[in-house]
T-cell receptor, first 114, second 117 residues
């Protein structure tokens, strides 16, 4: 079974600073997908960024980028130039290729302070 | 694009009542929809996966007779919590996937907060 671990229950960062959220996972699969989702206080889950395991290049979406270390099974999210609207719960998720089951980590509550 | 609408957003009802939650994909056809449950300050737990026109696949420990799922069309899936009790109180979230294949992203609804008195 695949497990996803987010070791930081809560984090805070000053506006305009950079913050990194950590995520590790455990799997014996070689082909899979990793995701970071954001859940703001409004509750809707929003896809932030996605990484295919077969791609060595780290995914980037504007201010959001990942550091994907396949051998170490690590998938951290870096948020640059943090904005107040980035305040939310962030969930790391894993999904095996060809599967339907998305496994979520416990989440990291990020607060961006003005 | 890829908007998922969930209704109602909040339900408060008495113990023993059955509650139906709708999940609609507004601008795309969702061959697969997912139902999650989220307890306060916890992560999402997959309850079941439903494919249009076929029976839902339930995760281990989820009672299929308790949580009835119907996916009658490519844009609508419903979750009915039958004879709800206080322990069923939770936040229920649906998601829908466009097209076939796990490389397609899931799009989430706003969630339904269910409170059983």
């Amino acid at each position: 079974a695949q497990t996803v671990t987010q070791s930081q229950p809560e984090m805070s960062v000053q506006e305009a600073e950079t913050v990194t959220l950590s995520c590790t996972y455990d799997t014996s699969e070689s082909n899979y997908y990793l995701f970071w989702y954001k859940q703001p206080p409004s509750r809707q889950m929003i896809l932030v960024i996605r990484q295919e395991a077969y791609k060595q290049q780290n995914a980037t979406e504007n201010r959001f980028s990942v550091n994907f270390q396949k051998a170490a099974k690590s998938f951290s999210l870096k948020i640059s130039d943090s904005q107040l609207g980035d305040t939310a719960m962030y969930f790391c998720a894993f999904m095996k290729h060809g599967d339907n089951d998305m496994r979520f980590g416990a989440g990291t509550r990020l607060t961006v302070k003005p | 694009g890829a908007v998922v609408s969930q209704h109602p957003s909040r339900v408060i009802c008495k113990s023993g009542t059955s509650v139906k939650i709708e999940c609609r994909s507004l601008d795309f056809q969702a061959t697969t929809m997912f139902w999650y449950r989220q307890f306060p300050k916890q992560s999402l737990m997959l309850m079941a996966t439903s494919n249009e026109g076929s029976k839902a696949t339930y995760e281990q420990g989820v009672e299929k007779d308790k949580f009835l799922i119907n996916h009658a069309s490519l844009t609508l899936s419903t979750l009915t919590v039958t004879s709800a009790h206080p322990e069923d109180s939770s936040f229920y979230i649906c998601s829908a996937r466009t097209g076939q294949g796990s490389n397609q992203p899931q799009h989430f609804g706003d969630g339904t907060r269910l409170s059983i008195l």
